[in-house]
């Protein structure tokens, strides 16, 4: 079942049972979530929201924090809360300034390739900020992710087992940009998702210091997910983050890349399951 919910988010719900929220990268889209939903579902209520700037919620992209008072009045409109949080990428930021306000509203965190500590970040992010550079490369990347490389992608099962197995894990599927990269040729429409992200970026350097000064102050369970050979959040960041958790375990899957969701859904299936299915 597809619905909106909170004002200015759209969900995809499925299942019945203990809230679970799913919160897709930069980019990303609800197909992102896929095959974990498909795992979940059975005994679980999986919610599944367009984050600000994406899909159907549309609108302007929004800051970390922005984007944790939305989900903090998601969770609460629809009777969502307590809910267990899975968190991508750049949406790791907002689910741990959700976790640290709004302990009340979050059974448990799964953190998967998350850029909440400044290990995470590279020179590419501060080249993406910058007003020429930073949109070149931004247009460049959309094509190629959204267009090039899941072209690609088809075929890499042809090539040798040695260079096949980190192809697939590497590059990204159209799942990465789902309803976007339907639309990319769209008069106008490159230009809105260039700009979502770029605004993204600018919150990830300007707010990585207040999410990683919040990270000590989380009280719920919290799993953080690494794909060994992530080449975006890479592992030594996840070990830095699951450190500065108290209590956060830390699970480095073999065989996946930044898009564990897809390489390895049974592992964040397992790990939502391994959580206190209500809160404190």
Not at 151 to 161: A, C, I, N, Q, T
Request: proline share 7%; hydrophobic share 45%; glycine share 10%.
């Amino acid at each position: 079942m597809t619905r909106p919910k909170a004002p200015g988010l759209f969900a995809r719900l499925s299942g019945e049972g203990p809230s679970v929220l799913l919160l897709h990268g930069q980019p990303g889209s609800i197909e992102s979530w896929d095959k974990v939903a498909a795992l979940l579902e059975a005994d679980h209520r999986v919610v599944v929201p367009d984050r600000p700037g994406y899909g159907q919620s549309g609108g302007e992209a929004e800051s970390m924090a922005g984007n944790a008072r939305l989900l903090a009045t998601f969770l609460e409109e629809g009777d969502l809360a307590p809910a267990t949080v899975v968190a991508h990428s750049w949406a790791g930021g907002p689910a741990v300034l959700l976790a640290a306000e709004r302990p009340d509203l979050v059974s448990g965190l799964v953190l998967v390739g998350a850029a909440c500590t400044s290990d995470s970040i590279d020179d590419i992010d501060r080249w993406l900020v910058r007003p020429v550079l930073g949109k070149m490369l931004t247009v460049a990347g959309l094509v190629v992710f959204g267009e090039v490389l899941p072209v690609v992608r088809r075929f890499v099962p042809r090539l040798p087992e040695r260079f096949r197995d980190t192809l697939l894990v590497a590059l990204p599927d159209e799942s990465l940009l789902g309803g976007w990269r339907r639309s990319l040729g769209r008069r106008g429409t490159l230009a809105r998702h260039v700009a979502v992200f770029m605004k993204e970026q600018r919150a990830l350097l300007d707010e990585l210091d207040l999410v990683s000064g919040r990270l000590g102050g989380i009280t719920v369970p919290t799993i953080v997910v690494t794909g060994r050979s992530d080449l975006v959040v890479r592992p030594a960041a996840a070990r830095t983050l699951a450190a500065s958790i108290p209590g956060a375990t830390l699970e480095e899957v073999e065989g996946a890349g930044h898009f564990v969701a897809r390489d390895n859904p049974a592992v964040l299936a397992r790990a939502v399951r391994s959580l206190p299915a209500t809160g404190a």
